[in-house]
């Protein structure tokens, strides 16, 4: 059993690096990929070594297409390259979540909903200010008009995606200034060596016209693969985007998007218990990607 794409505490995880390697050396899983947002920095830290498995280089960069928020995992990069990328074309993880503050409180604004920025309490070095804005917005019973849904009202996943990120929402935010859009991100991978998926497809707000484009998406940025496994997908769905990945010859990547206590029941390895990704997918792969991170110079 395998896992490419989990995040630590160096991004918005909940586990230490160290922690997460031992989890997956207890759950005897032969590859993992930590896969943090916009950032490599669990492979600069102690303990790396540690995990008898296969470690594959991975990162998850945030970026924006046609108004939305996706994302693009990279792998099997060389590891100063991408830090390189990231630098220029990145921002910090704690000031994307302090600008990200801003941009939210003006569409609140905008949209005239009741909430006081003074009592929104977050640790940009930690998290995202988007748990803490629903959590405030749901003390004015007025604001409920805003939002689409119970669920989004009631859940932050829901609130993120289907308001925050949905162009069509009203308290859509518009992240451009966050983020490089989807060619920028490809091209930052392919410069530090590395092989580019899109990532989770079906969590989009936009995932049924991104499915019906999704050949064409693939060929206007250069894609490699598709991530076809993932926690919050159906099990037609996988079979979906594993049938269309063979059908175009493209490359496979799956995972839990393992947060630890960030995302409750999801699992390393099995996500919610449906996922069962092995080795198979990375016979695919160009054999020097596969390689593990002390291999690489």
């Not at 059993?1 to 989990?6: A, G, P, R, S």
């Not at 604004?109 to 920025?117: E, M």
């Not at 930690?126 to 749901?138: D, I, M, Q, T, W």
């Not at 390393?268 to 390689?291: A, F, H, M, N, S």
Request: net charge negative; charged share 30%; aromatic share 10%.
């Amino acid at each position: 059993m395998i896992d490419l794409h989990t995040h630590t505490c160096c991004s918005d995880g909940a586990d230490s690096v160290e922690a997460l390697l031992r989890r997956a050396e207890e759950m005897k899983l032969s590859v993992l990929s930590i896969t943090d947002h916009n950032t490599v920095a669990a492979y600069r830290g102690r303990g790396i070594s540690e995990y008898s498995g296969t470690l594959i280089p991975g990162v998850e960069i945030t970026c924006m297409y046609q108004g939305e928020v996706v994302e693009v995992l990279g792998y099997g990069y060389r590891l100063a390259d991408m830090e390189v990328e990231l630098s220029r074309h990145v921002l910090t993880f704690a000031e994307k979540q302090r600008r990200e503050f801003e941009l939210i409180c003006a569409a609140l604004r905008r949209a005239g909903a009741a909430f006081d920025p003074a009592e929104i309490s977050f640790d940009p070095t930690k998290e995202s200010s988007r748990k803490a804005f629903l959590r405030h917005l749901n003390q004015f019973p007025e604001n409920r008009r805003f939002f689409s849904s119970d669920e989004t009202w009631q859940s932050s996943k829901s609130f993120t995606r289907e308001e925050i990120y949905n162009p069509e929402s009203r308290l859509y935010v518009d992240e451009a200034p966050l983020y490089p859009d989807v060619r920028t991100a490809v091209e930052m991978i392919h410069r530090s060596g590395g092989i580019a998926f899109l990532a989770h497809l079906y969590i989009y707000a936009h995932a049924p016209e991104f499915r019906r484009r999704l050949w064409e998406i693939v060929r206007e940025f250069g894609l490699d693969g598709v991530e076809c496994a993932h926690s919050a997908f159906t099990a037609e769905q996988i079979l979906d985007l594993n049938g269309f990945c063979r059908e175009h010859g493209l490359l496979r990547s799956g995972g839990s998007d393992y947060h630890g206590s960030r995302k409750p029941g999801v699992s390393l390895g099995t996500g919610r218990g449906q996922l069962d990704i092995t080795e198979e997918y990375l016979k695919e792969w160009p054999e020097k990607k596969r390689k593990g991170f002390e291999a690489r110079g």
